[in-house]
């Protein structure tokens, strides 16, 4: 079974993560969305509410599956026999810390990443910029999937 972790602290998952995924899915039998905990950052959502509202959103894709970790990417791969990681790269500073992530988890594991480029509608759409709007009271519906 072909296995791809796209993981991130998707707070919130927005449109952009949700294409990257909806791209990604012809490529696997599997895709698991892992929900990054870091004891270090401040969430406006829970792990649980985030795990929740991405759960909700695939509840009829059998191919997904929604989990939340609290350690690396590389080791939270290799507890799902996962073949790849999917990333998404919305500019060139994206890529940068992708390619030294994507060589970090390559040394660790042996794993290999997967790059989609963003959509050009979806390149300015951040969780950091959408939470940044709900901080100041802005409708952030266009930003978020259905």
């Known amino acids: ?15 952009g993560h949700y294409s990257i995924v909806h791209r990604a899915l012809p490529l696997f039998d599997r895709i698991v969305i ?3 905990v870091n004891e270090r950052k401040k969430y406006m959502y829970s792990a649980e509410e985030r795990v929740t509202a991405i759960k909700t959103l695939y509840k009829e ?8 970790f609290d350690d690396l990417t590389a080791d939270f791969a290799q507890r799902e026999n996962a073949l790849f990681i999917i990333k998404g790269v919305r500019s060139v500073k994206d890529f940068e810390y992708e390619r030294e992530q994507a ?8 794993i290999e990443t997967i790059l989609l480029y963003a959509e050009p509608q979806y390149e300015s759409v951040s969780s950091s ?3 940044e709007l709900i901080h100041f009271g802005k409708n952030v519906q266009e930003f978020l999937p259905k």
């Open 61 to 68: 894709e059998p191919k997904i599956e929604v989990k939340a």
């Open 103 to 110: 060589d970090i988890n390559r040394q660790l594991c042996g």
């Open 129 to 131: 910029l959408v939470r």
């Open 34 to 36: 892992g929900v990054g």
């Open 1 to 15: 079974m072909r296995t791809g972790i796209f993981v991130g602290s998707f707070d919130p998952f927005t449109i």
